[in-house]
């Protein structure tokens, strides 16, 4: 499956958002993820949040990766 950003075109009705295709389930499991990591920032209280916030980022990338490549 091909992920699909946001595309801030965001419907509510049926099973899936028009605007980027996804179901509303998996949009809402991924707020609470990132909500997860936002919570946990602000309770570390980082002054530098572009490095953190890019260092998850690349965290997950790298797991992904390899991940897929043990596969």
Not at 57 to 71: D, I, N, R, T, Y
Request: net charge positive; proline share 1%.
């Amino acid at each position: 499956m091909k992920f699909s950003p946001c595309v801030d075109k965001c419907t509510y009705e049926g099973t899936h958002c028009e605007g980027c295709g996804r179901t509303h389930k998996e949009i809402a499991e991924t707020k609470k993820l990132v909500m997860a990591v936002v919570n946990f920032a602000q309770e570390q209280e980082y002054e530098n949040i572009e490095d953190f916030a890019n260092a998850i980022g690349q965290s997950v990338l790298k797991k992904l990766k390899k991940s897929a490549a043990v596969k």
